[in-house]
């Protein structure tokens, strides 16, 4: 049962272009999102939070959107650059355990 | 502040052996999580340690363990080694519990089994 999905297992947007990567998640209970970048071989990074509570945050070139009623939310990259380029994980929490649920992935690669 | 230490960095192991892989965390958090990554898979949660407590466990098998000391620092310990458990292995800490704020991760420990 994935209760956080990343549908899209790759993604390709030009260099200086917007990158869009998005999550879908079954679970209601759910009230904290986040987002981690990955390069190969090393560990992730946290890049951007959202609590439920709100439907959007920025930070930088990042920002994530939040559709509570679609159980969707999606990180915007503006401009794409090359460094850009990894494996995006979305994770979510909620409830009483505090377990965090992980997305499979979407791999970004930035053309030149 | 030093980051989240794992060693080894690299190991290389054969079938039937056992590893213990070491993390220690950010000075000042309480939890320390493992994950599993393998080629094309995300991140497949092993367990949560809290306060030398397991607090959540992954749907491994009990070849898989692990333990927190007092200092935090944490061990996960794989038993009778097979092939399918090369991967890389992550450790993430945090100050509350891991669903709660952000996890900071180290490099991981790349478990090759012949």
């Known amino acids: 049962d994935q209760q956080v999905k990343q549908n899209s297992p790759s993604l390709s947007v030009q260099e200086g272009r917007i990158s869009i990567l998005n999550c879908d998640y079954t679970n209601s209970m759910f009230d904290y999102f986040l987002w981690y970048k990955k390069y190969p071989a090393e560990g992730p990074t946290f890049l951007i939070s959202i609590s439920s509570i709100k439907d959007k945050n920025e930070d930088g070139r990042f920002t994530v959107f939040l559709n509570k009623s679609a159980k969707h939310l999606s990180l915007h990259i503006v401009p794409s650059q090359p460094g850009d380029s990894a494996v995006y994980f979305c994770?979510?929490?909620?409830?009483?355990?505090?377990?965090?649920?992980w997305g499979a992935g979407t791999k970004l690669i930035i053309k030149p | 502040k030093a980051g989240v230490t794992q060693t080894p960095r690299y190991l290389i192991k054969t079938r039937g052996q056992q590893v213990t892989l070491s993390c220690s965390p950010i000075?000042?958090?309480?939890?320390v999580s493992w994950y599993q990554q393998t080629p094309g898979q995300g991140l497949q949660f092993l367990f949560e340690?809290?306060?030398?407590?397991?607090?959540n466990k992954g749907n491994f098998p009990g070849r898989f363990s692990g333990r927190q000391f007092s200092n935090s620092r944490s061990e996960m310990n794989v038993s009778t080694l097979e092939l399918g458990d090369s991967a890389l292995y992550l450790c993430a800490s945090s100050t509350g519990r891991q669903g709660s704020e952000k996890l900071f991760f180290g490099s991981g420990t790349q478990l090759s089994v012949l």
């Open positions: 340690y809290f306060s030398e407590t397991q607090r």
């Open positions: 000075s000042g958090h309480r939890s």
């Open positions: 994770a979510a929490s909620g409830g009483s355990n505090y377990q965090l649920i």
